[in-house]
T-cell receptor
Framework: EDKVVQSPLSLVVHEGDTVTLNCSYEVTNFRSLLWYKQEKKAPTFLFMLTSSGIEKKSGRLSSILDKKELFSILNITATQTGDSAVYLCAVEPRGGATNKLIFGTGTLLAVQP | EPEVTQTPSHQVTQMGQEVILRCVPISNHLYFYWYRQILGQKVEFLVSFYNNEISEKSEIFDDQFSVERPDGSNFTLKIRSTKLEDSAMYFC????????????FGPGTRLTVT
């Protein structure tokens, strides 16, 4: 059965800290891994990763994928209170045209002032 | 910036009633999805829809559920006879064509079945 496991489940840090969120996966046929940020309601897209070892970066956020070890990390540097959210990792299996996403349980990040 | 919209934001219904959740996907997207998230649990795939038909559905998507694209803009999820365990946040998502396009999610409809 395809599954996505995120760790830690929750994390409390202070503003300015750097955090690393982990996502490991088992999927029969892998196409891509996606990171989303969920604040109040809708998950908002952060990154899509398809190739190993290529870092994707957006401001203070970055992510990288290791397809051999089947995991990805999401780094946030110089955290701010606005980074407080649930960070979701999802895997898109290959096969079929419609590409459903399989989500992990998420990591709840709380950034304290 | 284009976005997925959903109505209503919150729906309260009694067990056994029918509900219709509505979504307007991003206009040039052709793949549509419904997911749900029971409080405190992970986001779960329900169904995907392309070219006016269901492409894939999960085991959750039983005969009580149906989807429809009644016109060129709306995408609906109907639950025929709601159960208490249908209480959840329901997210609609859409995606452009191609092999490497991310799914964009709507703000969700919180369904409460009493």
């Amino acid at each position: 059965e395809d599954k996505v496991v995120q760790s830690p489940l929750s994390l409390v840090v202070h503003e300015g800290d750097t955090v690393t969120l982990n996502c490991s996966y088992e999927v029969t046929n892998f196409r891509s891994l996606l990171w989303y940020k969920q604040e109040k309601k809708a998950p908002t897209f952060l990154f899509m990763l398809t190739s190993s070892g290529i870092e994707k970066k957006s401001g203070r956020l970055s992510s990288i994928l290791d397809k051999k070890e089947l995991f990805s990390i999401l780094n946030i540097t110089a955290t701010q209170t606005g980074d407080s959210a649930v960070y979701l990792c999802a895997v898109e299996p290959r096969g079929g045209a419609t590409n459903k996403l399989i989500f992990g349980t998420g990591t709840l990040l709380a950034v304290q002032p | 910036e284009p976005e997925v919209t959903q109505t209503p934001s919150h729906q309260v219904t009694q067990m056994g009633q029918e509900v219709i959740l509505r979504c307007v996907p991003i206009s040039n997207h052709l793949y549509f999805y419904w997911y749900r998230q029971i409080l405190g649990q992970k986001v779960e795939f329900l169904v995907s829809f392309y070219n006016n038909e269901i492409s894939e559905k999960s085991e959750i998507f039983d005969d009580q559920f149906s989807v429809e694209r009644p016109d060129g803009s709306n995408f609906t999820l109907k639950i025929r006879s709601t159960k208490l365990e249908d209480s959840a946040m329901y997210f609609c998502a859409s995606r452009a064509t191609g092999m490497s396009y991310e799914q964009y999610f709507g703000p969700g409809t919180r369904l409460t079945v009493t």
